[in-house]
């Protein structure tokens, strides 16, 4: 197997894992969940609908001719929850030490490495808005 294939494969394991792992804190209104939800003022709602999200884009980041799709999903889900954490939650949550905050970047690049690496599997009719850097 070719590295890229291999990291590609990695980029999209890692992003899933951590997108899945965090569903039992949301989907069970963990006290953390619930409280970082509610600073943002989209308790409950903003908390199961984003789970809800998660673990879509989790399963179609996994799917081999859908990773482009959940890939996009997962760097608009990340990259709110990273302006979540600059502008309203702080990088340390409940002194986690930054671990959340971490766990966004992470997904954030994973993702977006998978993005470019299935890029080639966007549907030509959407490839035509995309700007010319992206196909």
Request: aromatic fraction near 12%; include cysteine.
């Amino acid at each position: 197997m070719k590295t890229q294939t291999v990291l590609f494969w990695i980029a999209r394991i890692i992003a899933a894992i951590i997108l899945l792992q965090t569903l039992f804190f949301k989907f069970t209104g963990a006290p953390e969940s619930v409280e970082i939800f509610s600073k943002l003022g989209i308790e409950p709602w903003g908390r199961i609908g984003t789970g809800i999200l998660e673990f879509i884009t989790a399963l179609l980041i996994l799917i081999p001719f859908t990773v482009w799709l959940g890939s996009i999903l997962a760097i608009g889900l990340m990259a709110g929850a990273l302006f979540s954490h600059l502008t309203v939650l702080g990088i340390v949550v409940q002194n986690d030490h930054g671990q959340l905050f971490l766990y966004a970047l992470i997904v954030l690049a994973c993702a977006s490495f998978s993005f470019w690496k299935s890029k080639n599997q966007i549907p030509l009719s959407l490839k035509k808005l995309l700007p010319s850097f992206l196909q």
